[in-house]
């Protein structure tokens, strides 16, 4: 078998001597994130954190059948498909097409009972290129926008001996790599009249056991050989396309790729197990090594890194077969600058990775051994939670989300401080995962989120969920409406809140600056009460202290109106005489406050009295000495100046002041009989002590003067 034949078998033989050992495994097997060592990651809690994981394992065998070997392929991101070139397992070769946006699988037939290696889509109207490796090789060129049957298969175009790799430039030629001839068949643009035949050959190129890679953001296609150790460059802007350099490597190119930041080429190696950076300063016509990185290993035997991706932050991904192990694979994740690999495991027979070419693409790795493709995508999980008042049910969200944009299934751990478990929430279509927290009081709720499936996202994130106070609205309301002076009120406060919570604490009541009192709530109300209230207008305004959960608050002011009591006296006879004892009853003035008694017309001073609590008192005196005639006594409260008045009637001499004027003079009701001079001094008394004296006193004056009146009859 000639040496150029070598590798391709390597790849498709391989395969069919794994048949009769291995079997294919239906269910998806998500393994945990690993670190270079092979030891599970340890998360480091924080508000966001990211990560490149296994995120999805979607099966193509079981949904089509199809899938049983899984070869390379290529992404087309205006569909949302991968293509995957595929061997099923009677050796019919077909193009398996997974959907990205739902990892839903079809077939495409194709032509011949061949190997179906690689696939490629051209970058204009998405054609897609299969290479089928056979000593007479062809490409089958597939519509994507076309319906295939076994009947009506994708057209077919002839090409060197035994192509492996396929690549489409950014004007829509394919390059198609053959592995014996040391040719290159270029096919002519899909939308162009060369598109079903080679429209240019390449001869002298290295292609024994090559494998590629192409820039199309400087132009450049690089095919690295693995037996002569040798580097083709080739520059795929120019019609026809030409050979611009060549450069020896030293150790055996397994795989290559190239950095899309500084369009350096990326090579891997079995001899060393390890990736190196090639650059370039005068057109390839030499490389020299700029960095070299160790490789993930594992336990085993042989590990064959077979290809190399890079990212558009320049991540290195190394597809590496463990060799004879017929049940393993895994991705290096070689950092962009600097750092150690780290391994991600994958499925068994893994011998390509596929970019998605979108910003934020993720990398599918088809598994010949499973009849699956492993996704790996850059995943980020956020904790975050809206800020709710008190009386509102918190909620604890995390947000797990994939690059590319791409949904992903799983679900969130919740955990409080203490690690306390608080539930799971399944992530939703919008990559949300939401938890019902409750009501939580005023205050910050400290939580954890963490990816529970796909459990490789190893991936943990902070944060607190807020609860505010609620905000109170207070109210004051006056009863009764209408009060008088010496009237007793009641104020009652009512505060109330959102979301249908109770406020605790106290209120204060203030008349301007001054409290009049306060009181705790119950049920949210408080009464206080108001008594002896003087006259006037106040303004009252009631004030919430808050509670742990409410906010305080204040209410808009109560005018309070108590209106004045009428200044009244009342004598106990209207009709006396000099020296006579009288009575007079003083009401509606100031609580407390000395009432001035004076007799008119010629002023004299009777004297004076301080009124009780309720603003009333009782006066007594004897009549001074005055003319007979009608006479005005005069009482004035000393600090409210309130005044009232009341009239007396002083008979002419020789009648009876205790009848009508020009009746027989009597005796003095109260006094003994006399010469009509007043009693020395006056006595006040407060109204409740003199009631009773006053009606009785009352009641024998008017009996006095009955009898008085009978006794002027009968004489």
Known sequence: MPPALTRPYFRANFQLAAVATVALIMVPVAGAVLSSDGAAAVPTPS?????????ARPSIYTQTTAGTWLQGGAVDPTRDRLYLADDQKDDTPSLSVLNLRNGTASTIPLDGETYALDAAVSPVGGTVYVVHNTTDGFVSVVDPDATYTATSLPPTVEVGGNPQKVEVGADGRAYVVNLTGDTVSILGRADGADKLR???????????????????????????????????????????????????????????????????????????????????????GTAEVIRSEALGTVNADTLLPLSVDVLKDGTALVVTQVFPSETKSFVSVVPADTGVARTIPVGNLAFWGVLDPQQGGSFYVPNSGNGNVSVLANVTLSAAASPVSYGQEA???????????????????????????????????????????????????PFTATVQSPVAVALSATASATTSKASSVTSIAVTPAALVEGDSASVTVSVAAGHGTVPGGTVTLRNGTTVVGSAPLVAGRATLPLSNLTAG?????????????????????????????????????????????????????????????????????????????????????????????????????????RTSSTEILVPEPGTD???????????????????????????????????????????????GGHRRAQRSRNS
């Open 198 to 284: 080679v429209a240019q050959t390449l001869s002298s190129v290295a292609t024994a056991g090559a494998t590629s890679a192409i820039d199309n953001d400087r132009n450049r296609l690089f095919i690295a050989s693995e037996y002569a150790k040798l580097v083709t460059v080739i520059d795929t802007a120019t019609t026809p396309a030409a050979v611009i350099g060549t450069f020896p490597v030293t150790d055996t190119p397994t795989g290559i790729g190239v950095d899309p930041r500084t369009g350096a080429v990326v090579i891997a190696s079995s001899d060393t197990n390890a990736v190196s950076w090639f650059s370039s300063n005068n057109g390839w």
């Open 537 to 641: 207008t106040s303004q009252l305004v009631a004030s919430y202290s808050g509670d742990e959960n409410h906010e305080a608050s204040e209410s808009d002011g109560a005018t309070l109106s108590v209106q004045a009591r009428t200044a009244a006296a009342v004598v106990n006879k209207a009709t006396a005489g000099v020296g006579d004892k009288l009575t007079i009853i003083l009401t509606g003035f100031v609580p407390h406050e000395t009432i001035n008694l004076t007799l008119h017309s010629d002023p004299i001073e009777l004297g004076s009295v301080v009124a009780d609590e309720a603003g009333s008192a009782v006066f007594t005196f004897a009549l001074p000495e005055v003319a007979a005639g009608k006479h005005t006594i005069v009482a004035v409260g000393a600090s409210s100046n």
């Open 395 to 445: 909620e604890a969200k995390a947000t797990l989300v994939r690059a590319d944009g791409y949904p992903i299934a799983g679900s969130i751990a919740f955990a409080d401080s203490a690690n306390g478990p608080l539930g799971t929430a399944t992530v939703d279509a919008s990559g949300i995962a939401t938890l019902n927290l409750g009501v939580k009081p005023a205050g910050s709720f």
């Open 47 to 55: 508000s966001t954190a990211s990560t490149l994981a296994e995120v």
């Open 657 to 703: 002041p205790g009848t009508k004027p020009g009746t027989k003079p009597g005796t003095n009701p109260g006094a003994e009989p006399g010469n009509g001079l007043p009693e020395t001094g006056a006595t006040g008394v407060p109204l409740g002590v003199a009631l009773g004296a006053f009606a009785l006193l009352l009641g024998v004056g008017l009996m």
